[in-house]
């Protein structure tokens, strides 16, 4: 397939707001595939994230290059996943001229139109989490395959490439094939917020209400001595945490898969700020701590896990059992690693497990229901999070310079929310509230690395930072396109653990508007 068909369909799916349109059209294109091995490639490349990953090549490097287009298309999708493997493979000395010599003949065989294409998928500005959503759909369609059952294969496989290849090859039949495999996480189910607890009880039904931690997501998997824990997006970083491989590989079990989340202890028991655990994590975060405390070596700040979900035991897939089993099994394995909580309280004893978790110094509690299986991947209302203040994470767009005492910084941030149709984040506000001198140091020095453009007073950026933001509500506003904007928004901390695909969704955000 040539390049210039999957540069077509990524121009006409951007280019609408329909969530139906963007699915016919992925769908017409993959079902244009003949060869098998290319169906990796043009979904990686459509949802913005080439199989290679990061190639050693940023945006500086990418501008400086100045090439003439080619005059027709001729480039097919083979040879650019070729050229970007050669040059994702390029190190040591001389590496740098090979790299531009490389990008410079592959840019060379591109036209206007298709080097435009390449520039944004390598920087990452074609990346939107979002998009993966709709690509499952259209995966279906094309395969005539209900997306449940691709959903659940991606699910399981961690990677869409994949799932789309064994779709459009063997239909449901090879989708079915997908197994929860010991050693390789899955994507992890996610809470909703909810108006109240009040409100949580009564939409969850029977339910566990438990202590939402203010600490990392990890998903740990144990297969007789050999553990690996991996976090939210799925990185491994089993030789960050000895702690908790020995820990894990002590537990009652020859096999397990849990999720859970870990966090740093004071002396008095009480958790840490969220940056210091998140500082025994940089390294494999791509180094995007910005506001870690200097606390000394790091490594001597032991993490605590707290499991809240069991996945597999000793053999047994639990993804489809009720909530009410696998906490049962969590128990049997885990001990006095389970996460705080109480199985079906009445509202009185839900309100104490609340009060309690923000006596202990964290964010608030979890509702769930114990009639639901695990939903892998998916925001769905069976877990409903509880927290006494409003917050957001969202998507960092823009920074605009600062005046007065925040002149020559990065200051004023310009704050998207997910689009749930795979659109490009919404803008729905901007502030320079809680910015530290530390974090405009950090928003100076680190945005460049993620500029697409620039004017004399604003640095715009590829939509791939994660801030959470704390807000007293939102309001109505003609101003930005979504409809909305934050009242009175202020920082409190980025999110290096958290990507795009990860930040809150414009109707979480409109259904924070009063009497919503």
Same mark, same amino acid.
């Given at each position: ?20 349109? =963007?699915?016919?059209?992925?769908? @017409? ?90 520039? !944004? ?23 005539? +395959? ?11 496989? @961690? ?12 239909? /449901? ?38 202590? =939402? ?12 001595? /050999?553990?690996?824990?991996?976090? !939210? ?16 590989? *002590? ?9 859970? $989340? ?30 870690? *405390? ?34 049962? *099994?969590?128990?049997?394995?885990? @001990?006095?690693?389970? &996460? ?10 839900? /309100? ?10 964290? /964010? ?13 991947? !998916? ?5 409903? #999070? ?9 998507? +960092? ?28 984040? &919404? ?16 928003? %100076? ?22 801030? $959470? ?13 979504? @409809? ?13 653990? #958290? %990507? ?8 979480? +955000? ?7």
């Amino acid at each position: 397939m040539l390049l210039s068909d999957v540069v077509r369909t990524s121009a006409a799916v951007a280019a609408t707001r329909s969530r139906l349109a =963007k699915v016919r059209e992925l769908a @017409g294109l993959l079902g244009r595939l003949a060869d098998p091995a290319e169906v990796e490639v043009v979904v990686a490349f459509l949802v913005g994230t080439p199989r290679q990953g990061r190639i050693g090549t940023g945006w500086r490097s990418l501008a400086a290059l100045d090439v003439p287009p080619a005059a027709e298309p001729g480039l097919t999708v083979a040879e650019v996943d070729a050229a970007l493997a050669a040059i994702a493979h390029t190190s040591g000395k001389g590496s740098t001229r090979r790299r531009a010599e490389l990008l410079t003949g592959l840019l060379g065989r591109a036209t206007a139109e298709e080097q435009r294409f390449l520039f !944004r998928l390598l920087t990452g500005e074609l990346r939107q989490g979002a998009l993966e959503g709709v690509m499952v759909d259209g995966v279906a369609a094309a395969t005539g +395959v209900p997306a449940e059952a691709v959903r659940r294969a991606f699910m399981l496989a @961690g990677r869409l490439p994949a799932t789309a290849r064994a779709a459009l090859a063997g239909g /449901e039949a090879a989708l079915a094939e997908f197994r929860l495999e010991l050693g390789r996480p899955i994507r992890p189910m996610l809470a909703s917020p909810a108006e109240s607890l009040e409100a949580a009880l009564a939409e969850a039904g029977p339910c566990s209400v438990e202590y =939402k931690l203010d600490g990392a997501r990890i998903q740990v998997h144990r297969d007789g001595g /050999e553990v690996a824990v991996f976090t !939210r997006t799925l990185r491994e970083i089993t030789g960050s945490v000895p702690e908790l491989v020995k820990l894990v590989r *002590a537990l009652p079990c020859r096999s397990v898969v849990l999720d859970g $989340e870990t966090l740093a202890l004071n002396d008095n028991g009480r958790p840490r700020p969220f940056q210091e655990t998140m500082s025994r994590f940089s390294r494999e975060l791509g180094g995007l701590a910005p506001d870690v *405390a200097e606390v000394g070596d790091v490594r001597e700040l032991l993490l605590h896990p707290w499991f809240f979900d069991c996945l597999h035991a000793d053999g047994a897939d639990l993804l489809d059992a009720p909530l009410a089993e696998r906490i049962d *099994a969590l128990r049997s394995v885990a @001990g006095r690693h389970v &996460i705080v909580g109480d199985r079906e309280p009445d509202p009185a004893a839900a /309100e104490a497990v609340l009060d309690a978790a923000l006596a202990a110094g964290h /964010e608030g509690v979890v509702v769930k229901s114990l009639a639901a299986p695990y939903a892998a991947g !998916r925001r769905g209302r069976s877990w409903l #999070k509880v927290k006494p203040v409003h917050t957001l994470d969202l998507v +960092v767009l823009a920074a605009e310079w600062g005046h007065g005492r925040r002149t020559g910084y990065l200051s004023n941030l310009h704050l998207g929310a997910r689009d749930p149709e795979g659109g490009a984040p &919404i803008m729905v506000g901007k502030t320079f509230k809680g910015l530290t001198d530390e974090l405009l140091a950090w928003q %100076t020095t680190t945005f460049p690395e993620f500029e697409t453009h620039r004017d004399s007073w604003t640095v715009y950026l590829r939509p791939e930072l994660v801030v $959470e933001i704390e807000l007293d509500g939102v309001q109505v506003s003609p101003r930005y396109a979504g @409809g909305v904007a934050l009242r009175f928004a202020r920082v409190l901390r980025y999110r290096p653990d #958290k %990507t795009p695909a990860d930040a809150d969704t414009i109707d979480a +955000v409109r259904r924070l508007l009063p009497g919503h």
